[in-house]
Structure formats: C-alpha cells, structure tokens
Nanobody, 125 residues
Framework: QVHLVESGGGLVQAGGSLRLSCAASGGTIDNYGMGWFRQTPGKERDFVATINWSGGAHYYADSVKGRFTVFRDNAANTMWLQMNGLKPEDSAVYYC??????????????????WGRGTQVTVRQ
C-alpha cells in the first residue's frame, strides 16, 4: 500500500509562489498516475493537475493552466506541484493522490486509490 505525505504549504501573498511536495513510501509510484486536488470547507475536492506514470503527460484544471506545473521523479518516489502567480482563490487544502490507472488522465477524485492528508495553502491579497 502506498503512503503519501504532502508538504510545502503555507501562507503567501498574492502573486507569490509555492512548491508542494508529495513523498511516497510503502511502495513505488512508477506504475501510478498521480494527481493533485484541492478542497475548501463545505465544498467538494476539485481536480487541479494530473501526471502520467512517466511524467511525459500532464493535465490541468483551466483555473490553474499556465500558472501551475506538475512534475515527478520516480527514482525519488516524489511528485511536486509548482504554483506561481498565486491568487486568493487558490487558497485550499491541497491533496496528492495515486491512481492505478497510470495514464494520468483521471480527473475525478473517486478514481484515486491512495491519498495524502493534505497541506494548507493560504494566499493573502
């Protein structure tokens, strides 16, 4: 079973940057599609970005395209989310997830098999 731990969240001013990390243990992630989701209180968990098993294909929510970049290093068993040009509406708890569909095309939270516990991102105006 894959265990995921997110880190790198925090408080940042609008326009700033953060890099989130997702470290895996208990198994290797190189056969998994991976994703980032975010959630605010009272709302559903929303798709942010996904990446396929090799890192060669990635997909983004329209709201983050051009600002966020997802990448991975299977040798390090880690995935990252580089977030630039942050806006207050990006504030949320960010979760990483692993999916046995290694294509990296799954954008629905229910399709993911393993989840981290999340890291808070707060963007102040």
């Amino acid at each position: 079973q894959v265990h995921l731990v997110e880190s790198g969240g925090g408080l940042v001013q609008a326009g700033g940057s953060l890099r989130l990390s997702c470290a895996a243990s208990g198994g290797t992630i190189d056969n998994y599609g991976m994703g980032w989701f975010r959630q605010t209180p009272g709302k559903e968990r929303d798709f942010v970005a996904t990446i396929n098993w090799s890192g060669g294909a990635h997909y983004y929510a329209d709201s983050v395209k051009g600002r966020f970049t997802v990448f991975r290093d299977n040798a390090a068993n880690t995935m990252w989310l580089q977030m630039n040009g942050l806006k207050p509406e990006d504030s949320a708890v960010y979760y990483c997830a692993a999916n046995k569909d290694y294509s990296g095309t799954a954008k629905q939270a229910h399709r993911y098999d393993y989840w981290g516990r999340g890291t808070q991102v707060t963007v102040r105006q």
